[in-house]
Structure formats: structure tokens, C-alpha cells
């Protein structure tokens, strides 16, 4: 049984630990987003393949964030920058990838601490 089955066979008061959990995740999550999408670039000065694009307008940076949602549970990363999925895909300019590293476990302890 996955943790998402889990989490739905559980009791209300389980479920709305949880929720609250995953929503006091997300200050620290949009946070990390911040500084890793805040490195600051230059037309001399880009990021290079495998890494996250780095800030030259800040559009980005604005207009990515994490999102809670229930049903399927999950917390996701959102762009609305238009070009975002094209440097993560196409340009290799990793945006989510390097953003669920560094958070995972950040994730992983809040949901964990709590259901206590």
C-alpha cells in the first residue's frame, strides 16, 4: 500500500494533520525555489547544460512556486513563466529536478513531525 493509499484510508483527523503539515511545507519549499532559480546571470555569464537556469529577468523565479493539492495528494512545482518547461526539457536547464533534491527531505520530515 502506497502512502497516498495510506493517507487516504486514514481517519479525518489523520488527513487534516497531514494537510497542515504539507501546507507548512510549502513557505520552506518556495524558498529553496527562490535561491536556487536566484542565481544571478549575466549575457556573459549563463547557466551551462545540467544546470538550473540562472536569473535574468527574475521572471521566472517570480512565477515559480509549490502548490498542495489533495486529490491525488501531492505537492507539486508550478511555473506559469511560458519558457520554463522548454529550458527544463529542451534546453537542459533543469528547473524541477534540482528544486526536489534539495527539498525531499525537507518534505519527508514536516509530513513525518506532523502526524505526530
Known amino acids: 500500500m502506497s502512502l497516498a493509499d495510506k493517507i487516504r484510508s486514514a481517519p479525518a483527523r489523520i488527513q487534516a494533520k497531514l494537510e ?3 501546507n507548512s511545507t510549502l513557505d520552506p519549499i518556495n524558498r529553496e525555489i527562490h535561491t536556487i532559480l536566484g542565481v544571478q546571470g549575466s549575457d556573459s555569464d549563463r547557466s551551462k547544460p545540467g544546470e538550473p537556469p540562472r536569473k535574468q529577468t527574475g521572471r521566472l523565479q517570480r512565477t515559480t512556486y509549490a502548490k498542495w493539492t489533495v486529490n491525488p495528494i501531492r505537492i507539486s512545482i508550478v ?3 511560458p519558457y520554463a518547461q522548454i529550458l527544463d526539457k ?3 536547464r533543469p ?7 534539495r527539498v ?3 518534505v519527508r520530515n514536516l509530513i513525518r513531525d506532523g502526524l505526530r
Open 90 to 92: 529542451q534546453l537542459n
Open 79 to 81: 511555473s506559469e513563466a
Open 104 to 106: 525531499h527531505w525537507l
Open 20 to 22: 497542515r503539515a504539507a
Open 95 to 101: 528547473i524541477v529536478q534540482p528544486i526536489r533534491e
